[in-house]
């Protein structure tokens, strides 16, 4: 299939580890976050948000927290299986460029079996 | 089920031909979005519609051009103008106001011929 992500950082795990990808943003006024996995050839898929109000979201089997101190993201996977390997990229909301999004460019996970 | 569908899934294009990419959505969102995404590079906003008869361009607008005179739908047409058109192409939408996930198609790569 093809590959979204040829110069990307990646991250190795085992399967069955936890996972952890991070994300830097880059402005201090996005007030709204969204982590999306991305499978080759197909379209970005949602994961999880959180909003700058909290600094902490947990969902099924992911964990997203965030820390507005350092303006960084991070995605945790809980026993990370075969089928979560794939792109994930992380996107803030800058309410002063009219809501729109911005997306950094992604980390690839592949998970061993 | 609801979801975005974008077609065709792959698409060649001439020199100095216009090809136009479709995307239709039956989750009654307001506002669509067209992105480019490139190997190694985060996703890039080319046009982006908050309501119907309204467009504004994104980043990288130069060489497309859209269309909104349906909710449902918000095509795409790559111009001749645009010399670099090889890509992956990403269409989104969602519901208008911030802090609301976009959903994405699973995409249009286009290629030279």
């Known amino acids: 299939g093809e590959s979204v992500g040829l110069h990307l950082p990646t991250l190795s795990v085992q399967e069955g580890d936890n996972s952890i990808i991070n994300c830097a943003y880059s402005?201090?006024?996005?007030?709204?976050f969204i982590w999306y996995k991305q499978e080759s050839g197909k379209g970005p898929q949602f994961i999880i948000d959180?909003?700058?109000?909290?600094d902490k979201r947990q969902g099924q089997r992911v964990t997203v927290l965030l820390n507005k101190t350092v303006k960084h993201l991070s995605l945790q996977i809980a026993a990370t299986q075969p089928g979560d390997s794939a792109v994930y990229f992380c996107?803030?909301?800058?309410?002063?460029?009219?809501?729109?999004?911005?997306f950094g460019a992604g980390t690839i996970l592949r998970v061993k079996s | 089920d609801g979801g975005i569908t974008q077609s065709p899934k792959y698409l060649f294009r001439k020199e100095g031909q216009n090809v136009t990419l479709s995307c239709e959505q039956n989750l009654n969102h307001d506002a669509m979005y067209w992105y480019r995404q490139d190997p190694g590079q985060g996703l890039r906003l080319i046009y982006y519609?908050?309501?119907?008869?309204?467009?504004q361009k994104g980043d990288i607008a130069e060489g497309y051009s859209v269309s909104r005179e349906k909710k449902e739908s918000f095509p795409l047409t790559v111009t001749s103008a645009q010399k670099n058109p090889t890509a992956f192409y990403l269409c989104?939408?969602?519901?208008?106001?911030?802090?609301?996930?976009?959903?994405f198609g699973d995409g249009t790569r286009l290629s030279i011929l």
């Open positions: 959180i909003r700058s109000n909290m």
């Open positions: 989104a939408s969602s519901p208008t106001g911030g802090s609301q996930p976009q959903h």
């Open positions: 402005n201090s006024a996005s007030d709204y």
């Open positions: 519609s908050q309501i119907v008869n309204d467009f």
């Open positions: 996107a803030e909301n800058i309410r002063e460029y009219g809501n729109k999004l911005v």
